[in-house]
């Protein structure tokens, strides 16, 4: 993976479990960075707290970015470098710290901070912070990797999706904490752009929905200012993807859901991808106008691999629409039935150079188990057509169903490359779902893998096709009423993944409980529905 320039990267294009601090250690460290005029900052410069991804053995992302007006598309900063101290240490007084500097937000990133934390030690809990104008950020607690091709005991990862902020509170996000995983993997649709919506909503965005940098900045907010959501970010770092709703609804490359104009289009996708890195851990290249790299691995020891891919910036068109739509600039057709573009080995979800990177990295993982962090439902899934009462199947024209020679490629490549124990983790379609993965060219032998897509944080799906079709559909699960996330628990034998199922995603303290296990054994490809 590769690290984000230090110090912070050049301006783009136009176009482009605490908060508290305490004693004279504390003291002393604000008074020291406050010396030199940072103390004219405005006041509550963290309020969108703190966060630690994509770690490596030897280091971890930090990430903060200043906001003491965090609605503003400023963030109601003056436009002007301002020096961050950061802090690393052994225990969360930072009595025993051994790593620490100086990083620059810088006004052309909306003052974010991201600090590749180096010279750690494999394997082990950190604590760290940000000091700035006299102020003290919340402690965060990251965890670096294990050595490369270390003997592991065991991961635990939580993984979810989708989390609406009008459609319900984070509750999910207060049991996650309470999981104490290792690593969370967020699969898209970190933030929602549409405008305010009151029909069944619990709460309301903030602002218009956003086009440009100011818009995108502001939902950010929104959302990072919830303190459930940062209490998660808080406990343990994160490795993160898109999905469509981090831009626009449905977007397929360069083209919108309703294919309008692509330059205007790319525009806006600009200042979204430039948001999405604003306010994230991510140990990527920060974004060149409208493109931006974000697919990686990440290795836990020679226990697993992450392959976390990108399925929206370089996907082709949708197949099957009628002919001229797009020069007509209408909304695409998202249902639609078979046709020859349907299936045409062309076409693609993620795009040429990508899909040779996933090639290579699948053929050289040494890992144990080999996770596909992708994000939607890979079975092919027939879905109900109002326009169209016939037999005839019918597909959804945005996920892997509408792209079915690109997903057979990697099932492909799996059996091709002999890779280890591959499990696909998704999300996308706000319901649970599980599924065996057979080889295409053997589509009645023995699973090679299994895909587990972890519900949704609180976005909803009031479908009530989906648990009827599923047995048609090869879904060994299916729950599309309840919100939550998974956990996926594993060592050198086996484990499990569990689906964590809430009472009430509109309630703030609302209850949880397992709603769905599956097991896992190491050399037997393939889920064990077990009973709860």
């Known amino acids: 993976?590769?690290?984000?320039?230090?110090?912070?990267?050049?301006?783009?294009?136009?176009?482009?479990?605490?908060?508290?601090?305490?004693?004279?250690?504390?003291?002393?460290?604000?008074?020291?960075?406050?010396?030199?005029?940072?103390?004219?900052?405005?006041?509550?410069?963290?309020?969108?707290?703190?966060?630690?991804?994509?770690?490596?053995?030897?280091?971890?992302?930090?990430?903060?970015?200043?906001?003491?007006?965090?609605?503003?598309?400023?963030?109601?900063?003056?436009?002007?470098?301002?020096?961050?101290?950061?802090?690393?240490?052994?225990?969360?007084?930072?009595?025993?710290?051994?790593?620490?500097?100086?990083?620059?937000?810088?006004?052309?990133?909306?003052?974010?901070?991201?600090?590749?934390?180096?010279?750690?030690?494999?394997?082990?809990?950190?604590?760290?912070?940000?000091?700035?104008?006299?102020?003290?950020?919340?402690?965060?607690?990251?965890?670096?990797?294990?050595?490369?091709?270390?003997?592991?005991?065991?991961?635990r990862l939580c993984f979810a999706s989708c989390q609406k902020f009008e459609a319900g509170f984070y509750a999910a996000w207060r049991h996650v904490v309470a999981e104490d995983p290792d690593l969370i993997l967020f699969l898209g649709d970190y933030i929602y752009e549409g405008a305010p919506n009151k029909k069944d909503a619990v709460r309301l965005h903030r602002n218009p929905e956003p086009i440009d940098l100011a818009g995108y900045r502001a939902r950010y907010a929104t959302y990072k200012l919830d303190p459930l959501l940062q209490a998660a970010h808080h406990a343990a770092?994160?490795?993160?993807?898109?999905?469509?709703?981090?831009?626009?609804?449905?977007?397929?490359?360069?083209?919108?859901?309703?294919?309008?104009?692509?330059?205007?289009?790319?525009?806006?996708?600009?200042?979204?991808?430039?948001?999405?890195?604003?306010?994230?851990?991510?140990?990527?290249?920060?974004?060149?106008g409208a493109d931006m790299r974000i697919y990686r691995t990440l290795d836990w020891g020679a226990l697993a691999q992450l392959q976390i891919v990108d399925d929206r910036q370089y996907r082709g068109p949708h197949a099957c629409q009628p002919a001229g739509l797009i020069e007509a600039h209408k909304p695409y057709r998202s249902v639609i039935g078979d046709?020859?573009?349907?299936?045409?080995?062309?076409?693609?979800?993620?795009?040429?150079?990508?899909?040779?990177?996933?090639?290579?990295?699948?053929?050289?993982?040494?890992?144990?188990?080999?996770?596909?962090?992708?994000?939607?439902?890979?079975?092919?899934?027939?879905?109900?057509?109002?326009?169209?009462?016939?037999?005839?199947?019918?597909?959804?024209?945005?996920?892997?169903?509408?792209?079915?020679a690109a997903r057979e490629k990697i099932f492909r490549r799996w059996v091709e490359a002999k890779t280890s124990n591959p499990l696909a983790l998704g999300g996308d379609i706000h319901a649970f779902a599980a599924a065996q993965i057979v080889d295409p060219d053997r589509p009645d032998g023995a699973p090679i893998a299994a895909e587990f897509v972890g519900g949704s944080i609180t976005s909803l799906r009031n479908d009530p096709d989906f648990k009827r079709l599923a047995p048609g559909n090869g879904l060994a699960f299916a729950e599309n009423m309840v919100r939550g996330y998974g956990r996926l628990d594993i060592d050198a034998r086996g484990g499990s993944v569990t689906y964590r199922g809430l009472a009430d995603a509109r309630r703030e303290d609302s209850g949880i409980a397992d709603i769905a296990r599956f097991s896992l054994e190491a050399g037997r490809p393939g889920l064990h529905v077990e009973t709860i």
């Open 1 to 155: 993976m590769t690290s984000p320039d230090a110090p912070q990267p050049p301006r783009p294009p136009e176009f482009s479990r605490r908060l508290v601090l305490g004693g004279a250690a504390a003291a002393g460290a604000l008074f020291s960075i406050g010396a030199q005029g940072a103390s004219r900052l405005p006041s509550g410069l963290f309020s969108l707290g703190v966060a630690s991804g994509d770690p490596e053995p030897d280091s971890v992302i930090l990430w903060t970015r200043l906001a003491p007006e965090p609605l503003a598309g400023d963030g109601g900063m003056p436009a002007t470098s301002v020096p961050v101290r950061w802090e690393v240490a052994e225990d969360e007084r930072f009595a025993r710290v051994v790593r620490s500097g100086t990083a620059r937000a810088e006004p052309w990133w909306g003052h974010s901070v991201h600090v590749d934390a180096d010279g750690l030690k494999p394997g082990r809990a950190y604590f760290y912070r940000f000091l700035a104008g006299g102020e003290a950020s919340p402690v965060g607690r990251a965890r670096t990797a294990p050595a490369r091709g270390a003997k592991v005991d065991r991961l």
């Open 237 to 288: 770092p994160w490795a993160l993807t898109w999905d469509d709703h981090e831009v626009a609804n449905d977007y397929a490359g360069a083209l919108s859901e309703g294919n309008g104009d692509p330059m205007a289009f790319l525009r806006r996708r600009a200042a979204a991808y430039q948001a999405y890195y604003e306010h994230q851990p991510l140990r990527v290249r920060p974004p060149r």
């Open 339 to 404: 046709c020859a573009d349907l299936r045409d080995p062309s076409r693609s979800m993620l795009g040429a150079a990508q899909e040779r990177w996933l090639d290579e990295r699948l053929a050289r993982s040494p890992a144990q188990w080999n996770i596909l962090g992708q994000q939607t439902i890979m079975r092919q899934s027939i879905v109900p057509d109002a326009a169209d009462p016939s037999d005839a199947p019918h597909y959804s024209a945005d996920n892997w169903s509408g792209y079915p």
